[in-house]
Each structure stands twice: as structure tokens, then as C-alpha cells.
């Protein structure tokens, strides 16, 4: 079975800075496409920012509350994406979730399959 675990939150004063790590597991054969997003306590989830992987390269897209102050990357030897956040701010504070898609040898039958899963998210807290 395919698993996301997210870490790296904290709690951290505006202006800080944070870096979120996501490990992907599972029979892992190829990961497609791999994203963070972020809810707030009686907000929806909302989309923080994605890594997708393309003939000439990683194209990253960033929603526009964290465009310039986000960065999110990912290590391909080790299924692992990242998130940095810098300049910090109250409105930052929320569960980030990982979330990823691509092919897992874990499908319970002989043949590979898609796999689409999130992590439990790790909490980020910048107190205001």
C-alpha cells in the first residue's frame, strides 16, 4: 500500500522559516506528479503548490498567497518532496498534506497500477 508521511511542521514565529519533507512508499515504479496543499482550521483545503515531471524537466506552479515565498523541489532517488517556506506569516498556519500520483507495483494483483494518495498532513503554527 502506498504511504505519504509529511514532516518537518513546527511552530514558528512571522518571518521564519520552515521546510517540509514528504516521503512516498509503497512499490513505488514512477511518481508523476506531487503537491502540496494546506487547510486551516475551518477553511477548505486549498492548493499550496506542485512539482510535475515533464520531457524538459520539473515544472513548478505555486498558488499566489506563497508564489516568491515558497519553493517546493523534490529528490527522485528518494520518492521524497519538499516544501521551504520562508518569510512566514499568521495566515500560513495550517495542516499542509502531501499528495502524489504515479504507478505502484502494490495494486494487490501481478500487474502494476496507478496509485493517487495523501499523507496525514504535519501542522504548521505561526503564531500572530
Known amino acids: 500500500q502506498v504511504q505519504l508521511v509529511e514532516s518537518g511542521g513546527g511552530s514558528v514565529a512571522a518571518g521564519g522559516s520552515l521546510r517540509l519533507s514528504c516521503v512516498v512508499s509503497?512499490?513505488?515504479?514512477?511518481?508523476?506528479?506531487m503537491a502540496w496543499y494546506r487547510q486551516a482550521p475551518g477553511k477548505e483545503r486549498e492548493f499550496v503548490a506542485t512539482?510535475?515531471?515533464?520531457?524538459?524537466?520539473?515544472?513548478?506552479e505555486y498558488s499566489h498567497s506563497v508564489k516568491g515565498r515558497f519553493t517546493i523541489s523534490r529528490d527522485y532517488a528518494e520518492n521524497t518532496v519538499y516544501l521551504q517556506m520562508n518569510r512566514l506569516q499568521a495566515e500560513d498556519t495550517a495542516v499542509y498534506l502531501c499528495?502524489?500520483?504515479?504507478?505502484?507495483?502494490?495494486?494487490?494483483?501481478?500487474?502494476?497500477?496507478?496509485?493517487?494518495?495523501w499523507g496525514q498532513g504535519t501542522q504548521v503554527t505561526v503564531p500572530s
Open positions: 499528495n502524489a500520483n504515479g504507478l505502484t507495483t502494490q495494486t494487490g494483483t501481478p500487474f502494476p497500477g496507478r496509485f493517487d494518495s
Open positions: 509503497g512499490g513505488i515504479l514512477r511518481i508523476d506528479h
Open positions: 512539482i510535475v515531471s515533464g520531457d524538459s524537466g520539473a515544472v513548478m
